[in-house]
C-alpha cells in the first residue's frame, strides 16, 4: 500500500502588478522564498504516524503552471493534501486530478477545517481539526477500503504533545531547504482577530515534553550536518519553565534557530540570555502596528497588544542588544490606520535598527474574527476568493483610506523598508546595539531571514 503527502508549498502574491513590483523589491521575495521552502510539518507529522508496512512518499508543488496536474505520479493508494488558502485552489486542481484517475484523496488544515463542504466538491475525505487523532482512523478505513468523507475530532479527542510521533526528516531532501521546522508548542494565549490557528485547532496552550524536542532536533541533525531550526510554534515561550527548560538542553545541541514570539520574552533577561546561548539568531515578533489607533482592538480578549505598545521600543533594543535579531512584523490596513501609518512604520523601523521587517496587509483568512465582522460591514471586495489570500493582496475596503491608496502603499512602503542604504542603515544600528549589549559577535553568528503567515 503506498501513501502520497502532497504539499502546496508556492507562495507568490495573486495581483500581476505586485508580482512584478516584487521584482525590484527584495525583501518581499526573501520572505517568500522563505515561506515556500518550509516543507509541510503536518504531513510528515502524519507520515511518521503511519504503520511502517505502507509505503509514503512526500511531494510538493510550488506552481501548477510549472508542474500541471495531469504529469503528477501515480500508482497511490491514496493522496493526503495540506494548503494554505491561497493555494487552495491549485490544491484543489490536484486532488480533481487524482479522482479522476480513481485514486482516493484526502485533505486537512486549517482552511479544509473551516470549510469541509467546499473541500468535499474535490475530494474523497476530509480532516476537520488536529490531524494526529483522527490518522491511525483514516489508516483503519484505507485498509478496509471504506474511507468515511468526514473526520471530524471531537472535544474528547484533543491531541497531547506528548504522544507526537516523530516526524518522517527522512522523505525529505533536506539540500532542498534552508531550515527544517520543529514543534515545540501549539496554541497561543491571545486571540487576535486576524489569525486563525488557536481558533480553530486547539483550546488550549499545548507543550512538547523537552526531551521529544531534543529527539526531534537530534534526528534533524543526522541528516543535516549544521541545521537551522525554525521552531514552528504559535506563539514560543509562552511558558517560561517549559523554555528555559528546553533552552538549557538546547544549549547542549549547537545548532542554530529562529522562532516567533510574544513582545513579553523581552521582560526576561534570563530567557533572553538563555535564547542567546542556546543559538537563536531571529524571533519574529507581531508588532503589527507602531500606533496605538492601530493597535486597538487587534487582540480580542484583553486588548493586550495595545497595551504593549508603551514598551515596543525598548523591548526591540533589549532584544537586539542580546545578538538575536528581530523582524518586526506589521500588518497595513488596520481599522485604526490612516495613510500616516507608512510614515509611522518606516521611523518605527528607523528609530529601533530593526534588523528585519516584514510587511503584510491585513488579510481575512477564512474561520477568522477579521473575516466574519468584514462581512458583516460588507467590506469584503472579492469574497470566497481564497487566491488573493496572501498576506500582500488588499481584499477588503479598509476604514482609512481606500484599497488602491492601501496597495499602492504597501509598495511604496516596501520599496523605502527594502532599500539596500535604508537596510545598511537599520543593521549597522543593530550591530551597535550588540556592542553596546556586551555580547561578542562572534558568539550570535549571522542573523538570517525569515517569512511568516498568520494561517497558521
Not at 510574544?262 to 503589527?288: F, K, T, Y
Given at each position: 500500500m503506498r501513501i502520497l503527502m502532497m504539499a502546496m508549498s508556492g507562495v507568490r502574491a495573486w495581483s500581476e502588478e505586485l508580482n512584478r513590483a516584487k521584482l525590484t523589491m527584495p525583501g518581499v521575495v526573501e520572505r517568500g522564498n522563505v515561506i515556500a521552502s518550509l516543507p509541510s510539518l503536518g504531513l510528515l507529522t502524519l507520515a511518521g504516524l503511519t504503520p511502517a508496512d505502507i509505503d509514503v512518499d512526500y511531494r510538493e508543488i510550488k506552481d501548477l503552471r510549472e508542474e500541471p496536474a495531469a504529469d503528477l505520479p501515480g500508482g497511490y493508494d491514496l493522496v493526503a493534501i495540506a494548503s494554505f488558502s491561497a493555494q487552495i485552489m491549485d490544491a484543489y486542481a490536484v486532488a480533481d486530478e487524482y479522482r479522476r484517475r480513481g485514486t482516493p484523496v484526502i485533505m486537512g488544515g486549517l482552511h479544509v477545517s473551516v470549510l469541509p463542504d467546499e473541500a468535499l466538491l474535490h475530494c474523497t475525505s476530509v480532516v476537520v481539526g488536529e490531524g494526529e487523532p483522527m490518522w491511525p482512523r483514516v489508516i483503519?478505513?484505507?485498509?478496509?477500503?471504506?474511507?468515511?468523507?468526514?473526520?471530524?475530532?471531537?472535544?474528547?479527542?484533543?491531541?497531547?504533545?506528548?504522544?507526537?510521533?516523530?516526524?518522517?526528516?527522512?522523505?525529505?531532501?533536506?539540500?532542498?531547504?534552508?531550515?527544517?521546522?520543529?514543534?515545540?508548542?501549539?496554541?497561543?494565549?491571545?486571540?487576535?482577530?486576524?489569525?486563525?490557528?488557536?481558533?480553530?485547532?486547539?483550546?488550549?496552550?499545548?507543550?512538547?515534553?523537552?526531551?521529544?524536542?531534543?529527539?526531534?532536533?537530534?534526528?534533524?541533525?543526522?541528516?543535516?550536518?549544521?541545521?537551522?531550526?525554525?521552531?514552528?510554534?504559535?506563539?514560543?515561550?509562552?511558558?517560561?519553565?517549559?523554555?528555559?527548560?528546553?533552552?538549557?538542553?538546547?544549549?547542549?545541541?549547537?545548532?542554530?534557530?529562529?522562532?516567533?514570539?510574544?513582545?513579553?520574552?523581552?521582560?526576561?533577561?534570563?530567557?533572553?540570555?538563555?535564547?542567546?546561548?542556546?543559538?537563536?539568531?531571529?524571533?519574529?515578533?507581531?508588532?503589527?502596528s507602531p500606533t496605538p489607533s492601530g493597535l486597538d482592538g487587534v487582540e480580542l480578549r484583553r486588548n493586550w497588544k495595545l497595551r504593549q505598545l508603551p514598551d515596543y521600543e525598548t523591548a526591540v533594543r533589549e532584544i537586539q542588544s542580546r545578538g538575536i535579531a528581530v523582524n518586526g512584523c506589521f500588518i497595513l490596513g488596520l481599522d485604526g490606520d490612516t495613510e500616516a501609518v507608512f510614515d509611522e512604520i518606516h521611523t518605527f523601523a528607523e528609530r529601533t535598527s530593526l534588523f528585519d521587517v516584514q510587511l503584510t496587509v491585513s488579510t481575512p483568512f477564512p474561520g477568522t474574527p477579521l473575516l466574519t465582522r468584514l462581512r458583516k460591514e460588507g467590506r469584503i471586495l472579492h469574497d470566497g476568493d481564497w487566491r488573493r489570500c496572501t498576506l500582500f493582496d488588499v481584499n477588503f475596503v479598509p476604514r482609512g483610506m481606500t484599497p488602491e491608496r492601501l496597495q499602492r502603499g504597501l509598495v511604496e512602503l516596501a520599496y523605502r523598508i527594502y532599500d539596500p542604504g535604508f537596510v545598511m542603515k537599520r543593521r549597522e544600528g543593530f550591530f551597535r546595539g550588540v556592542l553596546h549589549g556586551n555580547v561578542v559577535p562572534g558568539e550570535m553568528g549571522q542573523p538570517v531571514l525569515a517569512g511568516a503567515t498568520y494561517e497558521n
Open positions: 483503519e478505513d484505507l485498509r478496509r477500503g471504506r474511507l468515511r468523507e468526514r473526520y471530524v475530532q471531537g472535544p474528547e479527542e484533543q491531541f497531547d504533545l506528548e504522544d507526537a510521533p516523530m516526524p518522517r526528516f527522512d522523505l525529505l531532501e533536506v539540500e532542498k531547504y534552508n531550515r527544517l521546522t520543529v514543534q515545540t508548542s501549539r496554541g497561543c494565549p491571545h486571540k487576535c482577530d486576524f489569525c486563525a490557528s488557536l481558533i480553530l485547532l486547539t483550546k488550549r496552550y499545548k507543550l512538547k515534553p523537552v526531551e521529544n524536542v531534543i529527539a526531534e532536533v537530534r534526528r534533524i541533525k543526522e541528516i543535516w550536518r549544521r541545521p537551522f531550526i525554525e521552531f514552528a510554534d504559535d506563539n514560543s515561550f509562552v511558558h517560561r519553565g517549559h523554555s528555559k527548560e528546553l533552552l538549557r538542553a538546547l544549549r547542549q545541541e549547537k545548532v542554530r534557530w529562529f522562532t516567533e514570539a510574544d513582545i513579553s520574552v523581552a521582560g526576561d533577561p534570563e530567557l533572553l540570555d538563555l535564547m542567546r546561548e542556546s543559538g537563536c539568531r531571529q524571533v519574529l515578533i507581531g508588532l503589527e
